[in-house]
């Protein structure tokens, strides 16, 4: 099979690993999206974590583009600064983005939207998660082989929740685990940077 990969196709969407691979910046996260704003004081004393490392994981959150200085206020001689949390998906930008004639574009939306609540709730904190990203470039039997491989998968969900729905009816218990499992494969429109 010919594949050919950018070279940052290998690994996990590196800015959500970073951004999520502290449990503090977790925290922030899950503060900003329960409150409009909050300054780095307000979030060491909520959280009990020192400022300073609250005010180190603040910035990066600020570099990754996860959060955003709202507000300037000027407190006893010093400035205090108050972050919020960014919209990852504006709804309507995202409605007309994600909008396409062969309703495929609303499944992206809703993923899209479904991953943002998990983000903000901590549910891509669990050791399995997993967000992995490939940019391919494919011959036109690659292109077939891609298309065989994702049937697979489609079939394999399908089997593994008919067999999860039958043994828990069988012992009448609630559903150990709900998770969201994604695929998705679309063409990149010409002019986008692959990398």
Not at 166 to 193: K, N, Q, S, Y
Request: glycine share 8%.
């Amino acid at each position: 099979m010919s594949v050919a990969a950018q070279p940052e196709a290998d690994a996990v969407d590196t800015r959500v690993v970073k951004a999520l691979g502290h449990p503090t910046r977790v925290q922030i996260l899950n503060v900003l999206r329960d409150r409009e704003l909050a300054s780095p004081v307000e979030l060491s004393a909520e959280l009990g974590v020192a400022l300073g490392t609250i005010g180190y994981h603040v910035r990066r959150l600020e570099q990754l583009g996860f959060i955003e200085l709202a507000r300037r206020t000027q407190r006893r001689g010093a400035i205090e600064h108050h972050y919020r949390a960014r919209r990852l998906l504006d709804e309507d930008a995202a409605d007309a983005l994600f909008a396409s004639p062969g309703g495929h574009g609303a499944d992206a939306l809703a993923v899209a939207r479904e991953a943002q609540t998990a983000l903000a709730s901590g549910g891509f904190d669990p050791v399995l998660t997993l967000a992995d990203r490939r940019l391919l470039t494919l011959d036109a039997a690659g292109e077939a082989e891609l298309e065989r491989a994702l049937l697979r998968w489609q079939r394999a969900l399908e089997w593994i929740a008919r067999a999860s729905a039958r043994r828990l009816a069988g012992v009448g218990e609630a559903a150990a685990h709900r998770c969201t499992a994604v695929v998705m494969r679309f063409e990149l429109p010409t002019g986008i940077d692959e990398g």
